[in-house]
């Protein structure tokens, strides 16, 4: 089922099995998973990093991910921003030049975890 807003569960380790409609995150290790907002069930992972991932913004009771996640190496290619805990589906595909620019940042990042 697609999910239209977000429970937060905040913790140490992201568990195996995620529930549907809730996003994980971990400051710990400087991530957030949640199974795909669109209700295919893919998981996705969001590094928290300044420069090549992802940014949280937490009010205390609200979060929001910037920027948007775009799960175009799922067959679902859902797109859509995470404010305040809503889901906002995003359906235009102008941005396709910065997105691979920016995925081919964010496998250098994390390919530069393991050196």
Same mark, same amino acid.
């Given at each position: 089922?697609?999910?239209?807003?977000?429970?937060?569960?905040? %913790?140490? #380790?992201?568990?195996?099995? %995620?529930?549907?409609?809730?996003?994980?995150? *971990?400051?710990?290790?400087? $991530? $957030?998973?949640?199974?795909?907002?669109?209700?295919?069930?893919e998981k996705?992972?969001?590094?928290?990093?300044?420069?090549y991932g992802?940014?949280?913004?937490?009010?205390?009771?609200?979060? *929001?991910? *910037?920027?948007?996640?775009? #799960?175009?190496?799922?067959?679902?290619?859902?797109?859509?921003?995470?404010?305040? #805990?809503?889901?906002?589906?995003?359906?235009?595909?102008?941005?396709?030049?910065?997105?691979?620019?920016?995925?081919?940042?964010?496998?250098?990042?994390?390919?530069? %975890?393991?050196?």
């Open positions: 089922m697609m999910t239209r807003q977000f429970k937060l569960k905040f %913790l140490d #380790n992201i568990p195996d099995e %995620l529930e549907e409609g809730v996003l994980y995150i *971990s400051m710990k290790y400087h $991530t $957030t998973a949640h199974l795909c907002a669109c209700g295919c069930g996705v992972v969001n590094p928290l990093n300044r420069k992802w940014i949280l913004t937490f009010d205390g009771q609200r979060v *929001s991910l *910037s920027p948007s996640i775009g #799960n175009y190496q799922f067959p679902c290619c859902s797109h859509y921003y995470i404010k305040e #805990n809503e889901v906002l589906f995003l359906d235009s595909d102008d941005d396709i030049p910065y997105r691979k620019g920016y995925i081919r940042r964010l496998i250098e990042w994390f390919m530069n %975890l393991f050196k």
